[in-house]
């Protein structure tokens, strides 16, 4: 065989048409084993496979249908499947053929026929094809039956009407209890792309019909056992018994060595779980699933990296499945970065009070790696083990201070990050570490991490003696940072100043930094937010205590968890694509079609509890373009007058350009300006105006009237007073 491709290499160089129909009108006068066709055919067959068009010999190549050498049909119909789309005009003189050879003696003629015919989606040839394919789907060999039943579904995609009124469908339906497991599965398969589409037909197995696809697993090739099994998510368990019963059918294929029929048969057992009410067979399906995935492994490194991004879903949802086996997830020295990374968050999630110190040893040695990405990580990954493992805080914060200690700068920005994270999650425990961290404040220089750093001196500025000097050598730079670092010093350098409100630095530094961030920054956010605190010290200084030293929840780890909803629909896709970017589908694929749980008696509480429709498509559809001018919309009503206030909501009968944006905006009917600052309608007490002295920092904010001054709680007539 592979002397003979060597021999067929000699075929792929660039031909020229008129040299090809030259030799094909030689090859007929003297040509009587056909040896010479032979020889042009594959050349032409290699000039299409390297891209070149060989449609102008169309007519050349179609005379040599009627050879009865089986290799010369071969490419023929190879040519016919490239280019008889292209030819509707031509396509109608070889029909007769294809009609012979789909009643030629040879089964291998007949499927060819039919398989090509299944290709060429021009009416006049799928006309021929329907009743060519009724009686090739009850032929009596099973090659030509297998053929009969994908044809079908190519024939779907053509004309879906037409194959179901010819019946087609019903007969797929009929070869799922076919003898022969081959046919069996293609019948599946054939079956599934057609349910799968939007306009197709419901594909759903009962009991009787999953159980004989179930028995014709073991006769089936690995990619009918893939098919087979992915077609028994269609299969809805109307009591917990039967969904038992199909689980543990299924273990058994846990064991088979290809990678995706072990994964496509981990699906099923995931999906078949949320029906059943056996507590100890759960655990014993989650028991055994635990080494095939162990095992897929020590596969290559990209089979290695699906498997891995399909674990992370399925311990999220089943955690016993992997629980014991943290020490398989150790990253070794050839693994790629790609695999690395993905087996440090499984490291993380499978980390738990009984393994935290071997997780940490080892997430120890890896942030001493040459990898920059890797490191990060990893030291992220100590910081967040630190955050879920309570009893391993001491220990991870001790190993976070000794990799700062070695001043590798990418470590200590990431290891500030986190120990900003767990100072929000242990309130009162680690706080004597902060004079170390100041120490580095000149290594920082990356904007996340400068951030986390400034968020701990505002938070702790009351425990800094000299957070006011460090604030400001950072804030020398304010107009030159990243949004996320100003708003961070905007918000520090307030909270600053509510701790110190009686230091003079500390005043003409949150004066300066609010002028800035209202004056000089066009950033909206951040625009806002100074104007917010600014008014908010301005009318009552005791309640801006309140809001900005304001009790923050502590960190947990909940956030890192998937919404256990979207993970019981994802885990449906377990072995996809889908499995690996954690999307559905419908979320990146043009019409694929979604998968949910379906709610039935046997579905578990905790399943249904959390149970999520059906989303639908978030890809924009195919583009219509319509010719012509746009509709002209109706009017009922005379047009708003442009000096006429908009007092009220407008009617549905205004009659207004529905592009008009600036004409959309509704205020209540008593709406006049104003904005509540303590929650409060009215504020009784001294009336003045906070906004006097404050050196035009608010520009044109004329919308925003200053509110009445409560003296009894904190407020200040003169806000340039409180800061000068």
Known sequence: MSAQHG???????????????????????????????????????????????????????????????????????????????????????????????????????????????AYIPIPVVTEALSDQLRHCIKD???????????????????????????????????????????????????????????????????????????????????????????????????????????????????QHANSAVVLTAVKVLLYLMNYMENRRLIEYICKKMGPPLVALLSSGPEVQYVTLRNILLIIQRRPTVLKN??????????????????????????????????????????????????????????????????????????????????KVTYVVQEAVIVIKDIFRRYPGKYEGIIPTLCENLDVLDEPESKAAMIWILGQFADRIDNADELLDDLVYSFLDEPTEVQLALLTATVKLFVYKSTSDNTKALVHKVLKWATEEVDNPDLRDRGFMYWRMLAVNPTLAQEIVLAGKPAITTDSDRMDRGALDQLLLHTGTLGSIYHKNPETFIRNAAGRALVDT????????????????????????????????????????????????????????????????????????????????????????????????????????????????????????????
């Open 7 to 117: 021999q067929d290499a000699k075929f792929f160089q660039r031909g020229k048409i008129e040299e090809f129909r030259a030799e094909l009108q030689a090859a007929e006068s003297k040509d009587k084993k056909y040896q010479k066709r032979k020889t042009v055919l594959k050349k032409i067959v290699a000039n299409i496979t390297m891209g070149n068009d060989m449609s102008p010999l169309f007519h050349d190549v179609t005379q040599c249908i009627g050879t009865p050498l089986l290799e010369i049909k071969k490419m023929v119909y190879l040519y016919l499947v490239s280019y008889g789309r292209s030819k509707p005009d031509q396509i109608h003189m070889v029909i007769p053929s294809f009609l012979q050879d789909c009643n030629d003696r040879n089964p291998l003629i007949r499927a060819l026929a039919i398989r090509t015919m």
């Open 140 to 254: 009596r060999d099973p090659y030509v039956r297998k053929t009969a039943a994908i044809c079908v579904a190519k024939l779907y995609v053509a004309d879906p009407r037409k194959a179901e009124r010819a019946g087609f469908v019903e007969m797929l339906r009929d070869m799922l209890l076919d003898s022969n497991a081959t046919v069996v599965a293609n019948a599946v398969a054939a079956l599934s792309e057609i349910g799968d589409r939007q306009d197709g037909v419901i594909f759903r197995l009962n009991l009787t019909v999953a159980s004989k696809l179930i028995a014709s697993l073991g006769e089936s090739s690995e990619w009918g056992q893939i098919y087979i099994l992915d077609s028994l998510l269609r299969f809805v368990p109307e009591e917990h018994s039967e969904a038992e019963i199909m689980g543990e059918r299924i273990i058994v294929q846990l």
């Open 325 to 406: 086996d943290v020490k398989v997830f150790f990253c070794k020295y050839n693994d790629p970065i790609y695999v690395k990374l993905a087996k440090l968050e499984i490291m993380y999630r499978l980390a738990r009070e009984e393994n935290a110190q071997e997780v940490l040893a080892e997430l120890e040695e890896y942030a001493s790696e040459v990898d920059v990405d890797f490191v990060r990580k990893s030291v992220r990954s100590i910081g967040r083990l630190a955050i879920k493992v309570e009893a391993a805080a001491d220990n991870c914060i001790q190993s976070l201070l000794t990799l700062i200690e070695n």
């Open 601 to 724: 008696p046997a579905l578990n509480p905790s399943s249904r509890a959390v149970l999520l429709p059906l989303s639908r498509s978030h890809l924009p559809p195919t583009t219509v373009t319509v010719q012509g001018p746009g509709p002209i919309e109706p009017t009922s009503g005379p047009p708003a007058e442009p000096s006429k206030p908009l007092a009220s909501a407008p009617s549905e009968t205004d009659g207004q350009d529905l592009l008009d944006v600036d004409n959309v905006v509704v205020r209540p009917g008593n709406y006049d300006g104003e904005a509540d600052v303590d929650g409060e309608d009215e504020v009784p007490g001294k009336a003045g105006d906070p906004y006097a002295n404050l050196d035009s920092a608010f520009g044109g904010y004329l919308a925003d009237k200053p509110q009445p001054i409560h003296s009894g709680r904190g407020g200040h007539a003169n806000f340039d007073e409180l800061l000068l």
